[in-house]
């Protein structure tokens, strides 16, 4: 049993910056990869970033410069630390954990860039 779970979204300014949290938990031993995926109002999931254990990472071109992804990995915890938001980046930001070949996904927090 697999549980994955985010944290941090809500409503920011343009401008502005968030900080998302994700943590596994359950049977996690094993554990590999994770990542963060996003999915505007009428598009499809994109990727955003994913890292190893190790820290290698791999990330959407056009994001790079502003989202940054990190991983603790004692705490089966990955973070997102988004800057400079414009509304284009309103969406619903998923996070998957990769155990035994297998993705586990959470459920989703919306994140809403408004004036």
């Known amino acids: 049993q697999v549980q994955v779970v985010e944290s941090g979204g809500g409503l920011v300014q343009p401008g502005g910056s968030l900080r998302l949290s994700c943590t596994a938990s359950?049977?996690?031993?094993?554990?590999?990869?994770m990542g963060w995926y996003r999915q505007a109002p009428g598009e499809q999931r994109e990727l955003i970033a994913e890292?190893?254990?190790?820290?290698?990472?791999i990330s959407a071109h056009a994001l790079e410069e502003r989202f940054t992804i990190s991983r603790d990995n004692a705490k089966n915890t990955i973070y997102l630390q988004m800057n400079s938001l414009t509304p284009e980046d309103t969406a619903v930001y998923s996070c998957?954990?990769?155990?035994?070949?297998?993705?586990?996904w959470g459920k989703g927090t919306l994140v809403t860039v408004s004036s």
């Open positions: 998957v954990a990769v155990i035994n070949t297998r993705e586990y």
């Open positions: 359950g049977a996690t031993f094993n554990i590999g990869d």
């Open positions: 890292i190893a254990r190790n820290g290698n990472t």
